[in-house]
């Protein structure tokens, strides 16, 4: 297994990898994905060869907050330590100073705990309207 910073796959790959792992995103609207990617600015990569197997991504300041947006690992690979690999990778980049932070998916919400992240309570959202 390679893991990469900063290399941010071509969109073919990343759709054919969220539709893979079971992560829910506009996996239809190439444009919309390709500027999700262009617009983040943390990218950790996984690779079995030449195929993506894992995907990090997140936007930070790197001084105080980092907000991992996605966490997507090829079914295949799951349950072998790479989406954990990869919030590793994203926990080093960001530093000691940065707070890691996430929304979860509800069918992964027993899944982050075990990497050491806490529930909070205190969060907010206003929806996406499309």
């Known amino acids: 297994m390679e893991y990469k910073v900063g290399t941010i796959p071509d969109v073919e790959q990343i759709t054919s990898l969220y539709e893979s792992s079971g992560i829910n995103r506009p996996i239809a609207d190439k444009t919309r994905i390709r500027n999700m990617y262009a617009q983040s600015n943390l990218v950790v990569t996984a690779w079995d060869g030449a195929s993506l197997v ?4 997140s936007l930070t300041d790197s001084c105080y907050a980092c907000y991992l947006s996605d966490l ?12 954990k690999k ?9 530093g000691d100073q940065t707070s890691l932070i996430l929304l979860s ?15 909070v309570e205190n969060g907010f959202i206003l929806h996406r309207k499309k």
């Open 72 to 83: 997507a690992v090829e079914k295949a690979y799951q349950g072998k330590g790479v989406g």
């Open 86 to 94: 990869l919030v590793e990778i994203t926990l080093e980049a960001i």
């Open 54 to 57: 894992g995907i990090a991504r």
């Open 105 to 119: 998916a509800p069918s992964a919400t027993e899944y982050y705990p075990k990497l050491g992240f806490e529930r």
